[in-house]
């Protein structure tokens, strides 16, 4: 099946042909006969988002984008409190009997790392025809993020390649940051700064995968130095819920900081923000994370039209 996994599983090529049908989209999206015909592309498809820890925008995200296409969508938001999980029911068993239901994609949000992978075993070993779509698992990886990152690079900047990116925050615990790492490996001329706090600092297996791929990349807690060299800000918070609370650099980005950014660098950030970013870096024309929300949707518009086409 065609799973949405981690981030490794699309090369370069894939990685093109999915911007440029991003694109596509976004334009036919942006004229009303367009907007209207795309709510014709996936009629009568259905898409199951079954999330067991706390999201807005993924979730959203997924569900709009299956209403734009015209595809309809069965959500919970809470299912560890609100589906049969409360009373011990394993993931296994409740992906097993939601495909008795001929969903046509899940998005899954799991608070274990490998939750995805193990959705995907059940689909495959049960012989279903359902992708899954990892939305996120615990400190592992959220692709369809990292995919969202990238289109939205590859939009503000006009290349990926040949960058300088500053990848900030809570790298230890943070999924989005490392589905990121993985993706920017594919291409060239990059170079990554990973800015965090010693004890918050990016996983062993994503740095091992960078020098594999002899991907140049420094650790750092210099904010003024990290900031002048970026190209590409990936600003992130501090997973207080996975219990990353001892920490001493300050990492908040506020106008002083701006400053001595190159007026040309791309300020982006998952979302949610706590106080990483103060309010007042909203009005910089850097700042778009915002516009990388919009890019989010067209992403998962165009991938699900993929898998339900497929
Ligand atoms: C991120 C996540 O859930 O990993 N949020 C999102 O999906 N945009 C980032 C975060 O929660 O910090």
């Not at 099946?1 to 370069?12: T, V």
């Not at 299912?79 to 495909?99: N, Q, V, Y």
């Not at 006009?158 to 925050?169: A, F, K, N, P």
């Not at 979302?271 to 067209?298: C, H, S, T, W």
Request: proline share 3%; net charge neutral; charged share 25%.
């Amino acid at each position: 099946m065609n799973h949405i996994l981690r981030s490794q599983q699309f090369d370069r090529h894939a990685l093109e042909a999915l911007f440029a049908a991003t694109d596509e989209l976004g334009r036919q999206y942006d004229t009303p006969e367009g907007k209207s015909k795309l709510r014709t592309v996936c009629e009568g498809k259905l898409l199951f988002a079954l999330f067991y820890e706390a999201s807005s925008r993924t979730r959203f995200s997924f569900c709009a984008a299956a209403h734009h296409l015209g595809m309809a969508s069965v959500q919970t938001e809470n299912a560890r409190e609100f589906s049969s999980a409360a009373k011990g029911e394993t993931l296994e068993d409740t992906i097993r009997c939601f495909c008795q239901f001929d969903p046509d994609v899940i998005v899954l949000r799991h608070h274990e790392t490998g939750g995805a992978d193990r959705a995907a075993a059940v689909v495959d070993s049960c012989g279903y025809r359902v992708p899954i779509i990892n939305a996120g698992d615990g400190r592992g990886q959220h692709p369809t993020q990292g995919l969202l990152d990238l289109y939205t690079i590859r939009r503000e900047c006009g290349r990926i390649d040949d960058l300088t990116v500053v990848v900030g925050g809570d790298l230890a615990n943070g999924r989005t940051a490392r589905s990121l790492a993985y993706l920017l490996a594919k291409y060239s001329g990059i170079k990554l700064i990973f800015l965090s706090p010693k004890n918050l600092g990016m996983g062993e297996d994503i740095l091992a995968h960078l020098e594999k791929y002899a991907v140049p990349f420094k650790e750092t807690e210099d904010l003024d130095e990290a900031l002048a060299d970026a190209d590409v800000l990936y600003w992130t918070r501090v997973q207080t819920e996975r219990g990353s609370v001892n920490y001493t650099l300050d990492l908040t980005l506020r106008r002083a900081e701006l400053a001595r950014m190159k007026s040309k660098a791309v300020i982006l950030h998952p979302l949610p923000r706590v106080d990483e970013i103060a309010k007042e870096v909203d009005a910089d024309k850097r700042a778009a994370y915002f516009r990388q929300v919009r890019n989010g949707m067209l992403i998962r518009m165009t991938l699900l039209k993929q898998l339900c086409a497929a």
